[in-house]
């Protein structure tokens, strides 16, 4: 479990689909900007088809895998932003246009729920419940809401993830519906007579339940972190297969009609056009794709922009700080900590000079992953050794250093791992001798913690064998 779970540094999707399209009204087609102009397309993680053709595009942001940049876009088929809102969002995963004509928006690592009108005014929140203190009845907080579905009376459907429930509840935070048998899903839909669909993506598999729980379908041959499932009118289930990178068209019988693949880093969600292709959200490349059913590409949107790049690793020592303190070379990655992570510079623990870098989780964090990043460019084929020394104290959970592998798009394709320490160790050295594969363009070498406990690092080498 700890090895899959340090995993998730090199393999992050953290990824969830937009609702159900709605009406969409002229009140939303504001002063449009050019794409370049008006926002980088980071990291879509869900797309509503509006019924004017436009789409509603939620980009989870997370620029270097800071817990920064989340924005909800409205764009037509030219690629320009009609609309677009980022007051204080955190790694929002989808949204979805009401009924009424507002926004909703699941504001993933602020968890809370986010009513949106045309002018950008945020007209209801969840953390009106419990007078203030975002509570429900029952004295729980959402925990990393990655998912909403608007259904009759006003009533939603939210995807509670980290509390691994989905539950139905009105605006007042009434609890009328839960359940509680999948682990961290995904885009859990009301599909009609009682029925839903999950993504059970902590279990790899897609499941169909009625209103007792009770599972009715499942599927999970081969699949690894599904993100999206989706009930098609014939009957077939459009599945999301994240860490495969891949689409899957599987029949009630549970058989695999057509598999799409080849584009994709970490797709997030699927929607089945019209026209019989697909709509995705390819989530680490950055860009939302049209694909047809044998894997052409036919509409694109991406305007990621691309980092500069260093060839050597920079600070391994850790001595370069600017001039808050803070080092020049490495990057805090807290995207998927969820608010339980603490980074730090440390002046009076080190191996080798004046300073290491530490990273601290707190109790109750074992799934949280907490880094520190560089990005480097490399070429394929090349043997490298990276090395780097780590201390520990009460780690639960693991600490390692890994590298990831990352395509020209900045897509992550796998990656690997050192040894995991727990426990208290004194400075102990870590190392990862590796090929660069082919078609990889860029690692991400991360000094990891999950979980809780703490760590420092110092003394970080890369080198060609």
Known sequence: MQKRSLLLLVVIAIL?????????????RGQSQSVSAAHQLIRPLGCVILDDGRYLITDGGGVNWTDQGSKILIINRQGTVEWSFDQGLRFAHSAIMLRNGNVLIPDTNNDRLLEVDPDKRIVWSSESWGDGSGRLPDGSHL?????????????????????SRVIEIDRAGKVYWQFTGASKQHAPKYIGDGRYLIADSDHNRIIEIDQSGQILWSYSAGLSWPRDAVKLSGGNILITDSRNNRLLFVTPEGTVVNEIKGHFSAPYQA??????????????????????????????????????????LANGNIEELDSSGQPLSWMVCDLQSHNTGRWSVDSNISRNGQHSLAIEGELGSAAANKWWGQVLKVKPGTQLKLTAYAKTEDVRGGAAISIGYLDELGGAMGGVNSAILNGTNDWRELTIIFQVPQGITQINISLSLIGAGMVWFDDVSLDKM
């Open 16 to 28: 969830v689909l937009a609702g159900l399209g709605a009406l969409v009204f002229h009140p939303w």
């Open 143 to 163: 925990n990393y809401p990655n998912y909403v579905q608007e259904l009759d009376d006003e009533h939603f459907l939210v995807s509670d993830r980290l509390n």
């Open 271 to 312: 929607n089945l056009l019209s026209s019989g292709n697909i709509l995705v959200c390819d989530a680490q490349h950055g860009r939302l794709l049209e694909v047809t059913p044998d894997s052409q590409i036919t509409w694109e949107f991406c305007n990621r922009p691309q980092p500069k790049l260093s060839t050597r």
